[in-house]
C-alpha cells in the first residue's frame, strides 16, 4: 500500500471515529448539571483505536461539528454556547483526555496500558472540566466533585473496562492491516 493510501485511510478513520462520537454523545441520562452520557465511551476507543495523535484530532473533528452547531452534544444540542457553558470544560476535557489516554497505549503497548490509559485520561478531563464548571457557576471545589464527578466514576469504570477490551481487539485487527506494513 502506498503513502497516499495510507493516509487516506488514516484520514478516513479519524472521520469514522469523530462520527462515532457525534452518533452516540447525544444520548443522555439527565442526573444533574452535567448528565450521563457515551461521549466518553467514544473518546476512549478513539484514544484506543486510533493512538494519541489521530484519536484527539477526531475529538477535535466532533467539537468542530457540534460547535458549528450540529446537534452532537448532550441532549442533542450544539453550538459555541456550550463552551462557555459550565459543562464546556468537559467538552474541552475530551482533547486532552483522548491525548493521553492514547499516548499510553501508543507508548507502552501492553493490555494492561489501555484502562490505566483511560484512567489517567479520565483524570485530566476531570480537571479541566471540574475546574471550568467551579470558575464559571461559582461552586466550590467539594460540591462541584460531588455533583459532577462522583456520580460518573462507576459509569466510567464500565465504560473503560468496555473500551480497553473492544479498543485493543480493533487495534490488533488495524495493525495487522496491510496499511500498517509500511
Do not use: E, Q
Request: aromatic residues 10%; charged residues 10%; proline residues 7%.
Amino acid at each position: 500500500m502506498t503513502r497516499t493510501n495510507s493516509t487516506v485511510k488514516n484520514m478516513a478513520l479519524t472521520a469514522v471515529f469523530a462520527a462515532l462520537i457525534c452518533i452516540i454523545s447525544p444520548w443522555t441520562i439527565p442526573i444533574g448539571p452535567v448528565p450521563i452520557s457515551l461521549g466518553t465511551a467514544g473518546v476512549y476507543l478513539c484514544a484506543a483505536c486510533l493512538g494519541s495523535k489521530r484519536g484527539s484530532s477526531a475529538v477535535a473533528i466532533y467539537l468542530l461539528l457540534g460547535f458549528a452547531g450540529l446537534p452532537v452534544f448532550t441532549g442533542f444540542a450544539g453550538g459555541i454556547h456550550r463552551l462557555f457553558g459550565p459543562t464546556g470544560g468537559y467538552l474541552v476535557g475530551y482533547i486532552p483526555c483522548a491525548f493521553v489516554a492514547g499516548l499510553l497505549i501508543d507508548r507502552i503497548g501492553k493490555l494492561w496500558a489501555y484502562p490505566l490509559g483511560m484512567v489517567l485520561g479520565t483524570a485530566v478531563l476531570y480537571f479541566f472540566g471540574t475546574a471550568w464548571f467551579c470558575l464559571l457557576s461559582g461552586t466550590a471545589i467539594i460540591p462541584a466533585l460531588a455533583a459532577c464527578v462522583l456520580p460518573f466514576l462507576p459509569g466510567d469504570a464500565v465504560k473503560i473496562a468496555c473500551a480497553s477490551v473492544l479498543g485493543s481487539k480493533l487495534r490488533a485487527v488495524a495493525d495487522k492491516s496491510p496499511a500498517n506494513r509500511l
